[in-house]
């Protein structure tokens, strides 16, 4: 059992006013452990000891800040293998996405924060102003259950290394792989204060930190609904809001792609951590020359997957984090009017934990709830198009823009990369770049993370004329 009874505030672990939260293992719906149910004081408490920080880590040098997350990146390496793990029992991820993904990519960023930290950009002078960077001051970071740790380090490194404090409240349902990072904070020598962990649920620690008076800037990851009612909760006291939000991605894979490979890396990308992935690609646009063979490819790839316990090697496909996730994803699935080619609600799975099926519809119309809607879910929606352009009308009726993908001749594929309103775009398989920005178009998203720009959104700027 994983059993963490405090929250972590002003360097101190201290225990909370409030009641307990039980952690669930959603691939066999035993409860693993439980964390603090925190409340509106334990935030009041870790805001103003983020305040109290502030000063002296925004006046510490950028590159001695790098130093202290070199600290942190090296104590959090050390915790690698309880990471994967801990993600594997909380969200269900399979041990080697979990080892890769889970683990692996929050460590990337982490040591990319801290070499970006120990090499200042040098100043700019435009005229007779000297233009200075400046950290945004308290920041309050309130992240979703599907990259548990990387959602955490991404906004977390990025503020500590631009010189902001941060309370930080994890998702209520994967709590437990945060206190991975603030115990390697608290090993690492991060000053007291400096990063603050309060853990609850979204009703009462995250609409205490969005609303609170002595919060400079609120960083969001999760959904689209949530993220409007932050920006409700900020917009009185005009405090800035950078949200990374839901997704409904489309790859686009045109005449004269590779279409095998194409479908292979679409439906691995559109089940990736069975389908909670924001940036997943759950539109499949394929010319109508070469649909049906896509579209028997995909049912193919999809029936091979196989689901179960994410610590059996074999499994591909981990549960939904949450019944709930469950019975939501179950009830696309149930109301849609396409063609089903792979997985269904009538497909076999486990008797017991939150698994659906990797699920294939083709002959989908662009303008139905399966194509519009964010699923969340392992559910893959194939749409025929005529032409180019009427392949990017598709892709860009959406009220979301994440990401996308894009195959075909080079010159052909970027030009409809170009044409996509997404913040993202992958040719011919591009691999992922933790280090360029990331964010959304549209209601995916304001602002960027990851990297010098996912930096610079916990920056001022200010102009000092001489
Ligand atoms: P969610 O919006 O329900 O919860 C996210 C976080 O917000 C949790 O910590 C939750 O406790 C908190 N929260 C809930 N209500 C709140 C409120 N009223 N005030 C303040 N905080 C509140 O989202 P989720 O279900 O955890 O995550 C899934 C969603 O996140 C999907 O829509 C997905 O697309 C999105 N997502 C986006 C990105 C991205 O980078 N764009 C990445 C991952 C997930």
């Given at each position: 059992?994983?059993?963490?009874?405090?929250?972590?505030i002003?360097?101190?672990w201290?225990?909370?006013p409030g009641?307990?939260?039980?952690v669930?293992?959603?691939?066999?719906?035993?409860?693993?452990g439980h964390?603090p149910?925190?409340?509106?004081?334990?935030?009041?408490?870790?805001v103003?000891?983020?305040r109290a920080?502030f000063?002296?880590w925004?006046?510490?040098?950028?590159?001695?800040?790098g130093?202290v997350?070199d600290?942190?990146?090296?104590?959090?390496?050390?915790?690698?293998g309880?990471?994967?793990?801990?993600?594997?029992?909380e969200?269900?991820?399979?041990?080697?996405?979990?080892?890769?993904?889970?683990?692996?990519?929050?460590?990337?960023?982490?040591?990319?924060?801290?070499d970006?930290?120990?090499?200042?950009?040098?100043e700019?002078?435009?005229?007779?102003?000297?233009?200075?960077?400046?950290?945004?001051?308290v920041?309050?970071?309130?992240?979703?259950?599907?990259?548990?740790?990387?959602?955490?380090v991404?906004?977390?490194a990025?503020?500590?290394?631009?010189?902001?404090?941060?309370v930080?409240?994890?998702?209520?349902?994967?709590?437990?792989?945060?206190?991975?990072l603030?115990?390697?904070?608290d090993?690492?020598?991060?000053?007291a204060?400096?990063?603050?962990?309060?853990?609850g649920?979204?009703?009462?620690?995250?609409a205490?930190?969005?609303?609170?008076p002595?919060?400079?800037?609120v960083?969001?990851?999760?959904?689209?609904?949530?993220?409007?009612a932050i920006t409700?909760?900020?917009?009185?006291?005009i405090?800035k809001?950078?949200?990374?939000?839901?997704?409904?991605?489309?790859?686009?894979i045109?005449?004269?792609?590779?279409v095998?490979?194409?479908v292979?890396?679409?439906?691995?990308n559109?089940?990736l951590?069975s389908?909670q992935?924001?940036?997943?690609?759950?539109?499949?646009?394929?010319?109508?020359?070469?649909?049906?063979?896509?579209?028997?490819?995909a049912?193919?790839?999809?029936?091979?997957?196989?689901?179960?316990?994410?610590?059996?090697?074999?499994t591909?496909l981990?549960?939904?984090?949450s019944?709930?996730?469950?019975?939501?994803?179950?009830?696309?699935?149930?109301?849609?009017?396409?063609?089903?080619?792979?997985?269904?609600?009538?497909?076999?799975?486990p008797p017991?934990?939150?698994?659906?099926?990797?699920?294939?519809?083709?002959?989908?119309?662009?303008?139905?709830?399966?194509a519009?809607?964010?699923?969340f879910?392992?559910?893959?929606?194939?749409?025929?198009?005529?032409?180019?352009?009427?392949?990017?009308?598709?892709?860009?009726?959406?009220?979301?823009?994440?990401a996308?993908?894009?195959?075909?001749s080079?010159d052909?594929?970027l030009a409809?990369?170009?044409?996509l309103?997404?913040?993202?775009?992958?040719?011919?398989g591009?691999?992922f770049?933790?280090?360029?920005?990331?964010g959304?178009?549209?209601?995916?998203?304001?602002g960027?993370?990851?990297?010098?720009?996912?930096?610079a959104?916990f920056?001022?700027?200010?102009?000092?004329?001489?």
């Open positions: 059992m994983f059993e963490r009874d405090r929250l972590y002003g360097g101190s201290v225990s909370s009641d307990r939260i039980a669930e293992n959603p691939s066999t719906e035993e409860v693993l964390v149910a925190g409340t509106a004081s334990d935030v009041d408490n870790a103003a000891a983020a920080a000063d002296g925004a006046g510490t040098p950028m590159a001695s800040r130093a997350l600290r942190l990146h090296a104590s959090l390496a050390a915790r690698a309880d990471i994967a793990r801990t993600v594997g029992l969200l269900g991820t399979p041990r080697k996405v979990a080892e890769r993904v889970q683990a692996g990519l929050p460590l990337t960023v982490l040591k990319g924060y801290a970006l930290a120990a090499r200042p950009v040098p700019e002078t435009v005229g007779n102003s000297l233009i200075v960077h400046e950290p945004v001051g920041v309050g970071a309130i992240t979703p259950w599907n990259y548990p740790l990387h959602q955490v991404a906004k977390v990025a503020a500590l290394a631009a010189g902001c404090t941060v930080l409240k994890p998702s209520e349902l994967t709590p437990l792989v945060a206190y991975l603030i115990d390697a904070a090993e690492a020598g991060v000053p204060g400096v990063l603050n962990l309060v853990t649920t979204g009703p009462v620690v995250g205490a930190i969005a609303g609170h002595d919060v400079d800037m960083s969001f990851t999760g959904s689209t609904a949530t993220g409007r409700h909760a900020a917009a009185d006291r405090a809001v950078a949200l990374e939000l839901g997704g409904k991605s489309a790859n686009v045109l005449d004269d792609a590779d095998t490979r194409a292979k890396v679409g439906v691995g559109a089940f951590n389908g992935t924001c940036t997943a690609w759950t539109r499949m646009l394929v010319a109508r020359s070469r649909y049906d063979e896509a579209v028997a490819l049912a193919k790839a999809a029936a091979s997957y196989s689901v179960g316990d994410p610590f059996d090697d074999a591909r981990g549960p939904l984090v019944a709930s996730q469950k019975a939501r994803v179950l009830g696309f699935v149930e109301r849609a009017t396409a063609r089903l080619v792979a997985g269904g609600p009538d497909a076999p799975l017991a934990g939150h698994f659906v099926a990797p699920t294939v519809f083709a002959d989908v119309d662009p303008s139905s709830e399966l519009q809607e964010e699923i879910g392992p559910v893959l929606s194939i749409i025929p198009f005529d032409s180019d352009d009427d392949a990017v009308a598709i892709a860009n009726n959406s009220r979301y823009g994440l996308g993908g894009v195959w075909g080079d052909r594929a409809v990369a170009r044409r309103r997404t913040g993202a775009v992958d040719v011919n591009g691999a770049n933790p280090f360029a920005p990331f959304g178009y549209k209601q995916s998203g304001v960027r993370e990851l990297g010098a720009y996912g930096l959104e920056q001022q700027t200010k102009a000092i004329q001489r």
